[in-house]
């Protein structure tokens, strides 16, 4: 008896040659493998692409090869302003403290007054005509906004000005020279 349901247990519900034959195990790995592999490259493709103008910003940005766009604001009218005098204005937002200076009679530049080394407001001093920070003695050339003098490394950003109706207006804010 005992045997005959030992022998009923490990009967072979069907055949198992049908059941197995055509798993080809190793095969199938390979398979696997490539079709992964298939994936990962046409993800990665377009992942590149997608991103390619994203890259293309990134590398404008980091670079400086782009001026910085922003809507004209009128700084100040000709007639108020003596050659050699500067004025205070805020570009491109209310926080971003910036200076104009009349240089000559047709000759204007502005900066972005935050000084480059630590932030302190640089400020124009007409009988130097130099740009100068308090703070460790910062120098900056007025006509180009390059430091010359103390810790400062890099120059000032420079505000696009444009003369129209009597007045100087900027439109822009240029990046730094790399
Ligand atoms: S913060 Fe201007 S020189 Fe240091």
Redesign the pocket.
């Known amino acids: 008896m005992d045997q005959e349901r030992k022998a009923t247990n490990n009967q072979v519900p069907f055949d198992e040659d049908n059941y197995t034959h055509n798993i080809r195990k190793d095969k199938e790995r390979g398979l696997d493998r490539r079709s992964f592999m298939k994936v990962m490259a046409g993800a990665a493709g377009v992942f590149a692409v997608s991103t390619l103008p994203w890259g293309a910003i990134a590398v404008k940005e980091l670079t400086g090869l782009s001026d910085k766009k922003y809507a004209a604001a009128k700084i100040a009218d000709v007639s108020s302003l003596k050659v050699g005098d500067a004025v205070e204005f805020h570009y491109p937002g209310e926080h971003d403290a910036a200076l104009l200076i009349r240089l000559g009679d047709n000759e204007y530049k502005a900066y972005q007054n935050a000084?480059t080394?630590?932030?302190?407001p640089?400020f124009w001093s007409k009988e130097e005509g130099e740009l100068l920070?308090p703070?460790?003695?910062?120098v900056f050339d007025p006509a180009t906004g390059a430091p010359t003098s103390?810790?400062?490394r890099r120059p000032l950003p420079e505000i696009v000005l444009k003369q129209e109706q009597g007045a100087i207006w900027a439109t822009g804010v240029k990046r730094y020279e790399t």
């Open positions: 000084c080394h630590l932030k302190c640089v920070c703070c460790h003695h910062g103390g810790p400062p």
